[in-house]
């Protein structure tokens, strides 16, 4: 008989999940002053989509296409090794963000998996931060 597999377990790696199952998952967005903004999302979807989909300040210019670093993001260390390691082109551009930090991402190249939810990224200060000049 054809028989596919019906285990309940999935591989982290493995997408599309079946259809019909959606998995709420949890984000924490901070600003740079310390408030939280818990918020509910799918598996599969992107922190830059994520946050856009519920009102938060935080800026996509390239569309999340890996050609800026106006979604840096820095993410809560527990969770920053749960990440899939950024490819060269997000590190390219992690290079050119302001208030880099050894757990900094780019939002748009985070996917959110069931293993994520619960994750709490922080929105660095203003870029355009010059005043002090």
């Known amino acids: 008989h054809t028989h ?7 591989p982290t790696h ?11 998952v949890k984000v924490v967005f901070r ?10 999302a799918e598996v599969g979807q992107n922190l830059l989509d ?3 989909n519920n009102d938060i300040e935080l800026e996509g210019a390239c569309g999340g296409t890996l ?7 820095i993410v809560d260390k527990k ?13 390219d551009m992690l290079d050119l963000a302001w208030g880099l ?10 996917c959110m998996t069931p293993e994520l939810s619960g994750i709490s990224v922080t929105i660095p200060a203003e870029t355009a931060d010059a005043r002090d000049v």
């Open 4 to 10: 596919t597999h019906t285990t309940t377990h999935f």
């Open 14 to 24: 493995i997408f599309p999940f079946p259809r019909g199952v959606v998995t709420p």
């Open 31 to 40: 600003d740079s002053k310390g408030n939280a903004q818990t918020v509910t």
């Open 50 to 52: 994520i946050a856009h």
């Open 67 to 73: 050609a800026c670093s106006t979604c840096h993001l």
């Open 79 to 91: 969770f920053y090794d749960k990440l899939q390691p950024p490819v060269d082109e997000e590190l």
């Open 101 to 110: 930090t050894e757990t900094s991402r780019l939002g748009c190249q985070i």
